[in-house]
């Protein structure tokens, strides 16, 4: 066989190789891609996103999208093949899998993670818009999840209101770990509470609840690595009652990040005119009961999508700005917030058409 022949053979066998060994060997990564679009103001899926009933609401224009991101599922495995395809891609981002998966964290475990995060950043958008609108909204410190296999287990329940804790009043979810930390592991620490079947009753026939419990728990160390802190195994949060109804519909979507785009679409339902102007504005963001803008992971495709859909404006979380501005998509202002007063406030400059003194982002 002529050395030239063999070569070529041999360089097509090896090349054979390669590609199998790429397709067939899974690496550690995980990749990220702009996902969904929704508009806030309109319909998904046939159904308003937003639905107010018991309140006067406003026509809207323009729109007030919330983006998403996707991400390979914790079971899936990239390979090679497919990893340096993502690399290569301009609008992907190939990570370490432990970054969106952290410490082995399963399929189901990231599900209920976003959804709990996603049911939360809903309660939080609806207070922070009622509150920017000097709307009363009742607040108190619930017990939100209990630890499988933890001294609360069975003493207790998501939904119970958390009073106090050896006497001293409960007024924030810090305040209960604070508390029981001031505890040694082993010692007992006293709950005062209005169990969930009262309070949810007490919410249904619109009375305040009645009667409380006393429950001792013995505390256990907390489960990481060198520390010794007291723990019951509980999370706590914060639970409201709100003078009128106001849905979110959004299936298939999870985590917090759609939370301040949520608050201002209610916002603008509830007040006269648009605030958007008819513009097409999208952006991203956490946010809490005061109206604090928080950041978020996969802001490059969160831009990416939106001007895709045909977004003009992003409102960015301060946090976020120099990630965003380092690439951003051509045609899109990215607009920097830090609260929700920011973002309304940049709402109105567009409106008005006074767009010099936006506050954008930069990449420094």
């Known amino acids: 066989m002529p050395r030239r022949t063999a070569t070529m053979l041999a360089s097509t066998l090896m090349l054979i ?3 199998c060994a790429g397709v067939f060997i899974p690496v550690p990564y995980s990749e990220m891609s702009p996902g969904p679009t929704v508009d806030t103001l309109g319909d998904h899926d046939g159904d308003p996103v937003l639905r107010i009933d018991g309140r006067k609401t406003y026509p809207t224009d323009g729109h007030l999208n919330m983006t998403t991101v996707r991400v390979t599922s914790a079971d899936y495995r990239m390979n090679l093949v497919e990893a340096v395809y993502g690399w290569l891609a301009h609008d992907n981002k190939v990570v370490p899998h432990d970054t969106l998966y952290p410490d ?3 399929e189901e475990q990231s599900t209920q993670e976003n959804a709990e995060e996603f049911s939360q950043s809903q309660e939080s958008a609806k207070v922070a818009a009622l509150k920017e609108l000097g709307v009363p909204v009742k607040s108190w410190v619930i017990v939100s999840t209990v630890v ?5 287990e069975g003493k207790l329940h998501a939904g119970d209101v958390i009073k106090s804790v050896d006497g001293s009043t409960v007024r924030e ?3 209960v770990a604070e508390l029981v930390t001031e505890h040694e592991p082993g010692e007992d620490v006293g709950f005062t509470i209005v ?4 309070q949810a009753a007490a919410e249904k026939e619109n009375r305040t609840p009645t009667g409380t419990e006393e429950i001792t728990i013995t505390t256990a160390a907390s489960d990481d690595d060198g520390d010794d802190r007291a723990i019951v195994g509980i999370a706590a949060g914060t639970d409201h009652t709100f003078p009128f ?4 519909k959004l299936a298939d979507v999870g985590g917090p990040s759609a939370g301040l785009m949520f608050a201002l679409g209610i916002y603008d339902k509830l007040t006269p005119g648009s605030l958007t102007g008819g513009r097409f504005v999208a952006g991203t963001g956490t946010i809490d009961d005061t109206g604090k803008v928080g950041p978020i992971g996969g802001i490059e495709m969160k831009t990416v999508g939106a001007r895709a859909k045909g977004a003009e404006y992003f409102l960015t979380p301060a946090d976020n700005c ?3 501005a380092a690439d951003p998509p051509e045609g899109l202002t990215l607009i920097k917030v830090d609260t929700i007063d920011d973002a309304l406030g940049a709402l109105k400059d567009l409106d008005s058409g ?5 506050p954008t982002c930069t990449a420094s």
Do not use: C, F, R
């Open 173 to 175: 979810p810090a305040d």
């Open 104 to 106: 082995g964290k399963t």
């Open 354 to 358: 006074d767009t010099a003194d936006l």
């Open 322 to 324: 120099a990630a965003a």
């Open 148 to 152: 499988k296999g933890s001294p609360a």
């Open 245 to 248: 109804t106001i849905d979110i």
């Open 195 to 198: 169990p969930a079947k009262e």
């Open 17 to 19: 190789v390669l590609l």
